[in-house]
Structures are given as C-alpha cells and as structure tokens.
C-alpha cells in the first residue's frame, strides 16, 4: 500500500492506494474508500522522478584588500545558470538534448525533446540568448514545471 498527501486548494487529502489491477484502482480518501478508473494503467515499475537543479557551492567572499579594476568586456559572459528557465510543459523523459552550455539560440529552436505518452515533443526556446545551464540529462524522467536549462 502507497500512501500520499496532497493539499488541493487549501485542502488536505489523504490518499492510500490499496490494489491497482489494469486500469482500475482501490482508493481511500481520508478514510473513504473509491475505486478509481485509471486513463492509463500505471506501471509499477517506472516512476518518475524529479528533477532538481544542481546548486554550486556558494563562492569565498574576496577579501578587502584594493583590487585594480579590470577592463570592462563588451558583452560579459552570463554566470551558469542565470537567466530565463525553459520549463518542461509537462511530464515525461528527455530523449535528446540539442544544445550545450555556452550555445547561442533564437526564439523557436529545439533545445530538447520530451517523450510523453509514447510521442516526441520539441521543447523550443522562448527567449534568444546563451545557454547558461543544462540541467537535465538524456534518459531523465521529470515533472512539470521542472526546468531543464537557462538561457541567458
């Protein structure tokens, strides 16, 4: 038996899946039991998991000793993984990652390519720039909303 709890809409559920057999599942509710008709069977062994951005250690103060000022570039290179996030739309495994970090890309390239529901969809960019971040790998399975790389 799983058991889970949710919060929907400010209120708090308590799921505990008892049986799953095709595509019908044994449900209690906070104690009600249901049984649920499943659009697609779940497949015990595949769960998905999600995917979290890697956070860097955070860098060593300098110390307060005058520094001469370095010469300022034209166009200075954006620190890893500032920027706009390219967000997954919704869940489902990376198959192909198109792009790496330090890449230049415009409004509609494919960046990635997510499977979901046996179909391959492009994730395209939103916003033209530098790829800062790459976040996920290909094979990794993630949620909507999870972000996958930043463009800068």
Same mark, same amino acid.
């Given at each position: @038996?799983?058991?889970?709890?949710?919060?929907?809409?400010?209120?708090?559920?308590?799921?505990?899946?008892?049986? #799953?057999?095709?595509?019908?599942?044994? #449900?209690?509710?906070?104690? /009600?039991?249901?049984?649920?008709?499943?659009?697609?069977? /779940?497949?015990?062994?595949?769960? $998905?998991?999600?995917?979290? $951005?890697?956070?860097?250690?955070?860098?060593?103060?300098?110390?307060?000793?005058?520094?001469?000022?370095?010469?300022?570039?034209?166009?200075?290179?954006?620190?890893?993984?500032?920027?706009?996030? +390219?967000?997954? $739309?919704?869940?489902?495994?990376?198959?192909?990652?198109?792009?790496?970090?330090?890449?230049?890309?415009? +409004?509609?390239?494919?960046?990635?390519?997510?499977?979901? @529901?046996? @179909?391959?969809?492009?994730?395209?960019?939103?916003?033209?720039?530098?790829?800062?971040?790459?976040?996920?790998?290909?094979?990794?399975?993630?949620?909507?909303?999870?972000?996958?790389?930043?463009?800068?």
């Amino acid at each position: @038996m799983n058991k889970y709890q949710y919060k929907v809409q400010g209120v708090d559920y308590e799921v505990e899946i008892e049986e #799953v057999e095709g595509n019908i599942a044994k #449900v209690n509710v906070n104690g /009600i039991p249901f049984e649920v008709e499943l659009q697609q069977p /779940i497949n015990a062994a595949k769960h $998905p998991t999600i995917v979290k $951005p890697k956070v860097e250690a955070p860098k060593p103060v300098a110390s307060a000793a005058p520094v001469a000022a370095a010469p300022v570039a034209a166009q200075p290179a954006a620190p890893a993984g500032a920027g706009n996030p +390219v967000k997954a $739309p919704l869940p489902g495994t990376i198959t192909t990652i198109n792009v790496k970090v330090g890449d230049t890309v415009a +409004v509609g390239d494919v960046v990635i390519v997510l499977e979901a @529901m046996k @179909m391959q969809n492009n994730i395209e960019a939103e916003y033209a720039g530098t790829v800062t971040s790459v976040v996920v790998t290909p094979g990794d399975s993630v949620m909507e909303g999870a972000v996958l790389l930043t463009i800068g």
